[in-house]
Nanobody, 127 residues
Framework: QVQLVESGGGLVQTGGSLRLSCAAS????????MGWFRQAPGKESEIVAA????????NYADSVKGRFTISRDNAKNTVYLQMNNLKPEDTAIYYC????????????????????WGQGTQVTVSS
């Protein structure tokens, strides 16, 4: 059983930056592909970014490409989401998720492919 705890959310102005962290415990972190999802009020959850077990393969939603960067530190059992040039439409609850993937260099973009979820952290971008 893997536990995921997100941190780093908050209130920021348009154009600002935030760095989200997700600390994992209770499992072998390097056996999980990781992803960040978000859900805005009244909208469905969507993938934001994903990273492979190897850490060198990433995938991003078109809406965040060039602004967000996902990374992982397997030694610290942590995955990060660096968010730059934030926009009001980035306002949402951001969730970290872990996929018990067998492929070392694959990323996963669908929520059903993930086995464990964090409790979420709120990101609010003011205009």
């Amino acid at each position: 059983q893997v536990q995921l705890v997100e941190s780093g959310g908050g209130l920021v102005q348009t154009g600002g930056s935030l760095r989200l962290s997700c600390a994992a415990s209770g499992g072998r972190f390097n056996t999980y592909a990781m992803g960040w999802f978000r859900q805005a009020p009244g909208k469905e959850s969507e993938i934001v970014a994903a990273v492979s077990r190897s850490g060198d393969i990433t995938n991003y939603a078109d809406s965040v490409k060039g602004r967000f960067t996902i990374s992982r530190d397997n030694a610290k059992n942590t995955v990060y989401l660096q968010m730059n040039n934030l926009k009001p439409e980035d306002t949402a609850i951001y969730y970290c998720a872990a996929s018990g993937a067998t492929s070392y260099r694959a990323t996963y973009i669908r929520s059903f492919e993930y086995d464990y979820w964090g409790q979420g952290t709120q990101v609010t971008v003011s205009s």
